[in-house]
């Protein structure tokens, strides 16, 4: 295989692995801490997406739509926190898994509603509309290094927030012990409807980010639900630097799985997964 073509697949593969960590990290924060299972967090990402492609219709700025739907989503989190989920973490899995079943279900309704059953495309910035040479025949475009660089350094905000900082410490104290949490005087209600929000404004985030690089499509935000799922169970559930490596496994190892082995690209995860599981069954670190 051409050296040119290598670089370009382990920059595919990078690039994949931040963006799903953003979508996972979320996931995993919010059953570790909250220990919810949240079926409908692929609804946000495809949010996010379709923000992008209707924002930036109205506005032709890609950022100050990211910034703006980034905002609103962490904002709908803390709403449907606050109306929704805030009553079942006391209640078995089942409920929860009904109940966000359910909002999948009232979001693929109103994307319909609203913007129909078509498949978009988000235009990519003017100063970012250009390839960059690999090698003597190949290029790699300019967008999908500016969303690798983008999302690594917003995968760097999580690990300070999370490790560096007095809300972090009650994050983490949070997923290790809730209980405690509580007894200690910290507002857990506050803590829940915080660690949501950060959720759902990075899903969103992340297929807002996407949106230019991809199709906006229906059924987007389940595609993404499966794989963030395969992260959080190999990375380990509530660990974020699981989520982070388990992000970069899959990806390499959906992308390169295409090149090689194109007939079995699509098991390629799911063998990854296996694999560790049965070396660490508890996933690759523990929150």
Not at 122 to 141: E, I, R
Not at 190 to 215: D, K, Q
Not at 280 to 286: A, D, I
């Amino acid at each position: 295989m051409d050296l040119a073509l290598i670089s370009i697949q382990t920059l595919n593969a990078v690039q994949y692995g931040l963006l799903l960590f953003l979508v996972a990290s979320g996931l995993t924060l919010i059953f570790g801490v909250m220990g919810v299972i949240n079926l409908a967090h692929g609804s946000f990402y495809m949010m996010g997406a379709y923000l992008a492609f209707t924002l930036t219709s109205l506005t032709g700025n890609l950022l100050f739509t990211i910034i703006v739907g980034t905002v609103l989503s962490a904002l709908l989190g803390a709403v449907l926190e606050w109306a929704l989920f805030s009553h079942l973490y006391k209640r078995d899995h089942l409920q929860q898994v009904l109940l966000t079943y359910g909002l999948i279900l009232i979001f693929e309704e109103m994307r319909s509603m609203l913007v129909g059953d078509d498949v978009y495309s988000v235009k990519v910035p003017a100063w970012l509309d250009f390839a960059v040479p690999l090698g003597s025949v190949m290029t790699y475009p300019a967008y999908r290094l500016f969303m690798s660089v983008v999302c690594l350094l917003v995968a760097l905000g999580l690990y300070l927030l999370i490790q560096r900082t007095n809300i972090g410490a009650r994050i983490r104290a949070g997923a290790s012990n809730r209980d405690m949490v509580q007894l200690l005087g910290i507002n857990i209600d506050w803590l829940f409807r915080l660690v949501f929000s950060l959720g759902v404004g990075l899903a969103a985030f992340a297929g807002m980010i996407n949106a230019p690089a991809s199709t906006v499509s229906p059924g987007m935000g389940t595609q993404v639900l499966i794989v963030s799922f395969v992260v959080v169970i190999v990375g380990g559930i509530g660990s974020v630097w699981g989520a982070l490596l388990a992000s970069l496994l899959i990806a390499f190892a959906d992308t390169f799985g295409k090149v090689f082995i194109p007939d079995y690209a699509g098991i390629a995860i799911y063998v990854v997964m296996a694999a560790i599981l049965l070396w660490r069954p508890e996933g690759l670190f523990k929150s």
